[in-house]
């Protein structure tokens, strides 16, 4: 079992920067995939952005280059740097563990609260 609990969400300008936080309980955590995930008003819930335990990172197109993702093994954490944020990134972001690395909310077996962030224009 593993448990999640984001932090680090708020309102900040466009062009803003934030970075969220994701703890997980558990001691599988160095070996679960982990991912963040993004809902919009009326959306659906999207990918974001995933990191294997160990290995390279890869994020949907739209925050390349803007959104880092990492974790620390040490402290059962993975972060969300998001920066020159957009309008359009405004979303509940949600925190995910699973035993795959994918893209794909269904290969995602925990998930946390959600985090809401929200840039203006």
């Known amino acids: 079992q593993v448990h999640l609990i984001e932090s680090g969400g708020g309102l900040v300008q466009a062009g803003g920067s934030l970075r969220l936080s994701c703890t997980a309980s558990g001691r599988t955590f160095s070996t679960n995939a982990m991912a963040w995930f993004r809902q919009a008003p009326g959306k659906e819930r999207e990918f974001v952005a995933r990191?294997?335990?160990?290995?390279?990172?890869s994020y949907v197109d739209s925050v390349k280059g803007r959104f880092t993702i990492s974790r620390d093994n040490a402290t059962n954490t993975v972060y969300l740097q998001m920066t020159s944020l957009k309008p359009e990134d405004t979303a509940v972001y949600y925190c995910a563990a699973g035993s795959f690395w994918s893209i794909s909310i269904k290969d995602y077996n925990y998930w946390g609260q959600g985090t809401q962030v929200t840039v203006s224009s």
């Open positions: 990191i294997p335990p160990g290995g390279s990172t």
